[in-house]
């Protein structure tokens, strides 16, 4: 069966703290992703990782940056957390087969910054 | 990718079957029709997807006309915990982080004891 988890459903932080969000799948997938999903704006790409240290900036990289030192586990990482950063933030995998690239989602982190 | 139409929102009978249609008038030949519903505050999860032909797996069955410009997602037996948002999107998948999903507004699903 597919599984991604992420390290925290919630998660309450302060404004200026450096914040982890983890992210680890157990299929062997080479593609990860990170999405913020905010009310109005749909999913949003921050970052995406194709193979081990191998990363692109998606539409929102800004005040992000990520890690990817192994294959099943990619981190997002808030260098210092502000109020705009208060998301639901979701992480995929996926692999691909012939013509397509089929994401699974983790259940998501909701992050509150206060 | 595509524009999708869907309708905001529907109601179905516990038990009843549930269809869900698409509108994607503009979709091209490479793209691919696929499902996504998304249960309140949980992530989105990976329904089915489809080229041209129908396809069906244990949660849904999908069903593309011949044109394929419109599709119809079909839960068999729908029960409460079938309540969600359903999203429709046709891509392309180019690789990289040009594949990033884009959901539209979806379609809420409510199912009614």
């Known amino acids: 069966d597919v599984k991604v988890t992420q390290s925290s459903r919630y998660l309450v932080k302060r404004t200026g703290e450096k914040v982890f969000l983890e992210c680890v799948q157990d299929?062997?997938?080479?593609?990860m992703f990170w999405y913020r999903q905010d009310p109005g704006l749909g999913l949003r790409l921050i970052y995406f990782?194709?193979?081990?240290?191998?990363?692109e900036k998606g539409d929102i990289p800004e005040g992000y940056s990520v890690s990817r030192e192994k294959k099943e586990r990619f981190s997002l990482i808030l260098e210092s957390a502000s109020t705009n950063q208060t998301s639901m933030y979701l992480c995929?995998?996926?692999?691909?087969?012939?013509?397509?690239?089929?994401?699974?989602f983790g259940p998501g982190t909701r992050l509150t910054v206060l | 990718d595509a524009k999708t139409t869907q309708p905001p929102s529907m109601d179905c009978a516990e038990g009843r079957a549930a269809n869900l249609p698409c509108n994607h008038s503009t979709i091209s030949g490479n793209e691919y029709v696929y499902w996504y519903r998304q249960i309140h505050s949980q992530g989105p999860q990976y329904i089915i997807h489809g080229l041209k032909n129908n396809e069906t797996n244990e949660m849904a069955s999908l069903i593309i006309t011949e044109d394929r410009k419109s599709s119809t997602l079909i839960l068999p037996h729908a029960t409460l915990r079938d309540t969600a948002v359903y999203y429709c999107i046709v891509r392309e998948d180019y690789g990289g982080a040009t594949n990033k999903l884009i959901f539209g507004t979806g379609t809420l699903l409510a199912v009614q004891p």
């Open positions: 990782s194709y193979d081990v240290k191998m990363k």
């Open positions: 995929a995998s996926s692999f691909r087969t012939g013509q397509t690239d089929t994401q699974y």
């Open positions: 299929m062997d997938h080479e593609n």
